[in-house]
């Protein structure tokens, strides 16, 4: 099994910057494309960003030029650097990753709890 640990929600007025973590454990054998969720009270969850183990990334529209994703593929660990937020950036963010383990052969996609984000004056 994997776990998907995500860090650095919050409050924070428009304008601001956070920075989310998200860190995979468990029995892994690789981690290959990590990517962002949001969700909002209604409506469905949508991809904020993605990124391959090998460094390629794309983005929603919405949160091109303000939000960067990164990772470490030492740590397991997609990051999101969040700029210029808006009050309609405000929802639940949750870590996706597709990973492989040593009980499978496969990968499968795992999620994680999810962390909110809350932009507000």
């Known amino acids: 099994q994997v776990q998907l640990v995500e860090s650095g929600g919050g409050l924070v007025q428009p304008g601001g910057s956070l920075r989310l973590s998200c860190a995979a454990s468990?029995?892994?054998?690789?981690?290959?494309?990590m990517a962002w969720y949001r969700q909002t009270a209604g409506k469905q969850r949508e991809l904020v960003a993605r990124i391959t183990d090998g460094g390629g990334t794309n983005y929603a529209d919405s949160v091109k030029a303000r939000l960067t994703i990164s990772r470490d593929n030492a740590k397991n660990t997609v990051y999101l650097e969040m700029n210029d937020l808006k009050p309609e950036d405000t929802a639940v963010y949750y870590c996706?990753?597709?990973?492989?383990?040593?009980?499978?052969?496969?990968?499968?996609?795992?999620w994680g709890q999810g962390t909110q984000v809350t932009v507000s004056s």
């Open positions: 468990g029995s892994i054998v690789r981690v290959g494309t």
């Open positions: 996706n990753a597709a990973a492989r383990t040593t009980a499978t052969r496969v990968f499968y996609m795992y």
